[in-house]
């Protein structure tokens, strides 16, 4: 049993090792083991014009969307787990029906009704849709939240004085606090990482970053690719690492 | 509880109408263009879809390997959620941590991670050809093969983490009495483990296997133009002929067969006392 997870963890894990290795190849092309050692793939990843553009875009979406999603999705938990909502499954079915369709036929919904007819800009197209994405996510997790949370609490600040307002800012807020934090870590990554919704929402100068890799990679293979990865992945896990510090992020997966 | 339906609205309205209008009304009206001929609605589109057998291959083709990927994904599952369950202290957090690590990165990167490791100068062929089993590289990429393993490596955390779950909760003397009783390791297995975690099993089956069935980038990197998926093979329908009508029938049918799996799995699930 040992054993077996063992190799587990080296098919699920592994080939992030590879791709470390590959990108600090000196050779001019992909290989593993590499030829020699040098960092310069990653030097030319900040070369890269399209790279840099790209990962602003992609960055300013991420926390655009999740800002969005938790504004919408917040109060909406909120509601769901504190009043009696008539059609409460219908309104939670809609709220979490991006979950449902495959983000291919979403990005490709939004460019023929909204881009094509109403002359939606791409980049507002692509910010509603990851906007939407992220939705499910943050009001399953501040959900979960609210659920270990007694309502006895808050009304109880209410029957003290406090204004309902005030008993959500001061009472609810700081309880929900790192479900709220782990539901803006969960959305930024599915953001930042999302390529089939972003795939046709992509234009001249609008281009996210893995859109924007998935392209490079059709013209070539070098190493460049592996550095970026690399250093993806380098971000991601120390996002991850941090928020699994502070907030038990594995809870909320 | 508080009872006023009003403020509920005021909160619940924004996010409910955000959805409508930018998701569910435009993904309904991609629908429905696999279902209008002639200006009516009508099956012909269908029909029509099937009646290519480029199209047919595709179409069996996602569903044998979203079936392939969920059964090897289940079978290591089990395995490794075993042996993370049974772990005691700290160290088991540290296991889940590293199965959800995956999961974080960018599905690009780890796709691209395969070309490396499959590709005709990858450690694969040189281990082949290292060990004298072939001459030439083989043909890894490009290929069913490159695909069900980066799906099942795509996929597989979810899977585990659904069992860990289902695994935790079963009750351990079932199993130390079936011990007891003189029951080896496969007879507790089929008999004791597997019905009382099928519904964990239910929900990571149906993500593994919706998941295969809606991943791009995977068979878009590791299976090539030739190799094509149904999401694929949107794709090519669109950006090369404008083919929404055809786009509608490929959307149509990923989503039903990915309820199809959940129903299948949920009977899986309830099947518990038979």
Redesign the interface.
Known sequence: ??V??GL??L???G??A??VA?SLSAGE?????PQGLSLRWVEKVFEVESFRASFVLSLTLAIGATSAALA??V??A???A?????FAEI?RL??A??L???????G???L???VVPLRFPIVLALF??H??LI?PYA?RVVSASLANLR?EIEEAAVLLGAS?AGAFFRVVAPNIRDGVLAAMVLGF?TS??Q??VS??LSGPGVETL?ID??GY?EIT?DPS??A???L??AL??A??LIA?RFLG??RY? | ?????A???V??A???L???A??????L??LSEGFHFEGHWSLQPLSAFFASSLNQAVFWRTLKIAALVTAAAAG?GY??A???V?IKGGGK?R????????????????T??????L?R???VNRALIFVGLTDEPLRILFSETAIFIGL??LL??LM??SLIGALENLPRDAVAAARVLGANDLQIFVKIILPLTREGFAVGGTLVFAGS??A??TP??LGGAKVLML?TL??QR?SIAND?VS?GVI?SL??VM??AANLVMRRIAKARTA
């Not at chain 1, 092309?29 to 083991?33: D, G, K, Q, S, V």
């Not at chain 1, 449902?100 to 979403?106: D, E, K, S, T």
């Not at chain 2, 930018?22 to 993904?27: D, H, R, Y």
């Not at chain 2, 889940?96 to 780890?110: G, N």
Request: net charge positive; no cysteine.
């Open positions: 049993m040992r077996a997870l587990v963890l098919f699920l894990i080939p992030f590879v791709i590959a092309t992909l290989a593993f083991p919408l999705g109060p909406a909120y509601a769901l504190r009043y009696k909502v008539p309104l809609i709220v029906s991006p449902l369709v495959p983000g291919i036929v979403v490709l919904a939004l023929r009704y909204l509603l849709a906007t939407a939705l009001l309502p309902r990554v930042f990482n390529v089939p795939l046709f893995p890799m998935l990679l293979y690719v592996a970026l990865s690399t993806l992945a991601s896990l996002i991850v699994e992020l594995t997966v | 509880m508080f009872e006023k339906r403020e509920a609205f909160l619940i924004p996010a409910a955000f959805s409508l930018v998701f569910v009304a435009p993904v009206a991609l290591l395995l490794a075993q042996a993370i049974d957090g296991m889940v941590a590293m199965v959800v690590l995956p999961l974080m990165v960018s599905p690009v990167a780890r691209y991670a395969w070309i490396v490791i590709g100068t990858g450690i099942l490596q597989l955390p585990i983490l069935m809606t791009y980038i878009a990197v999401e949107l794709y669109v929404l786009a959307a990923l989503i990915s309820f």
